[in-house]
């Protein structure tokens, strides 16, 4: 791969078998990266394996190659990868303010947290200023995680479908995990490695985690990483009008039993609004219809086709 080309890529958390969102977000992704001549990879990110086993991860893989979307590369697992984040926990350490924090998840849900569009909470600095006597008193009954601290800083970046997206690190996100308690390393790290390392140029990927890019952002500038172009797809909602669960049933297993690839292929592209009908297509068919434009910026309701 040279480095000139596009590299795009399909990073699914393999909990639980993909659902339908997940299908159309890998062939938003391949396509994207396709339509400009370049390659598409799999990273699969297990970094917690007891989440993850390995058998999820098959039936993923096997998935995405009977409907044709093969990586261009060996295809990367987190879980593989504990030394290449703790060179960037180091370097961190060295370029930043890095501190151990203590609170548990119960005291960081009081009444009085300020939530975050993604779920999480600002995080109201508790462990920043503690002294090395608290600490040490601490560090003896809590195993901490560590975070990043942010400067009062607006991250700017150009989303190929939402546009001009702004976020002011210290009263929009606040300090971060990097590293958990458990000792794992926090997606937000091990994304952002990975994507630099491997020369992502084009991440696709749900809208859900736009409020997590501007860390991402960061975390690239102080490891020297380049940034990648961001495409978030909007929600993908079943044809009822609900979100896609796996608990409710809509994994994408018994799909694959009813229909052919090129079926399921065709159907995805007329929900991503790239065609005017539901017909049988290959995903290199799709191709030619491919433009960023094309995709909506609501909601994605899945044609019955697909439920």
């Known amino acids: 791969m040279n480095g000139n080309e596009t590299i795009g890529r399909f990073a699914p958390t393999p909990s639980g078998f993909m659902h339908v969102g997940n299908i159309l977000c890998a062939v938003i992704a391949y396509l994207s990266a396709k339509s400009k001549g370049g390659k598409f990879v799999v990273r699969i990110e297990d970094l917690d394996p007891l989440r993850c086993p390995r058998t999820a991860a098959r039936d993923i893989i096997e998935t995405l190659e009977f409907l044709g979307l093969k990586s261009d590369a060996p295809i990367v697992y987190q ?23 203590y609170c548990s998840r119960a005291e960081l849900h009081g009444a009085d947290v ?6 999480g909470i600002l995080y109201p600095g508790t462990c920043k200023t503690l002294t090395e006597t608290q600490r040490a008193q601490k560090v003896r009954n809590i195993k901490p995680a560590y975070r990043i601290a942010v400067p009062d800083e607006r991250i700017i970046y150009d989303d190929m479908l939402f546009g001009r997206r702004e976020q002011d690190l210290a009263k929009d996100c606040g300090d971060f995990i ?3 308690s458990d000792g794992l390393y926090a997606y937000q790290l091990a ?14 990927r749900g809208a859900d985690l736009l ?18 172009e961001y495409l978030h797809i909007p929600l993908v909602l079943h044809s009822s009008g609900r979100k896609l669960s ?4 809509d994994s994408a297993a018994r799909l694959l039993k009813h229909r052919s690839a090129s079926e399921i ?16 297509m290959t995903l290199n068919g799709l191709i030619k219809y491919y433009s960023a434009d094309r995709l909506p910026h609501d909601n994605i309701l899945l044609p019955p086709e697909l439920c």
Do not use: M, N, W
Not at 114 to 119: F, Q, S
């Open 79 to 101: 879980s593989e990868r504990t030394k290449a984040y703790a060179a960037a926990f180091q370097t961190l350490c060295k370029v930043s303010q890095i501190y151990p924090c």
């Open 114 to 119: 300020i939530r975050l569009p993604d779920g």
């Open 178 to 180: 990097i590293k958990r």
């Open 191 to 204: 994304v952002t490695v990975d994507d630099g390392e491997y020369g992502i140029t084009e991440v696709v």
């Open 211 to 228: 409020h997590d890019t501007p860390r991402q952002i960061y975390l690239q500038r102080l490891l020297g990483l380049p940034q990648p």
């Open 246 to 249: 796996k608990s409710a049933g």
């Open 265 to 280: 292929i065709g159907a995805i592209g007329f929900a991503a609004g790239l065609t005017h009908e539901i017909r049988p």
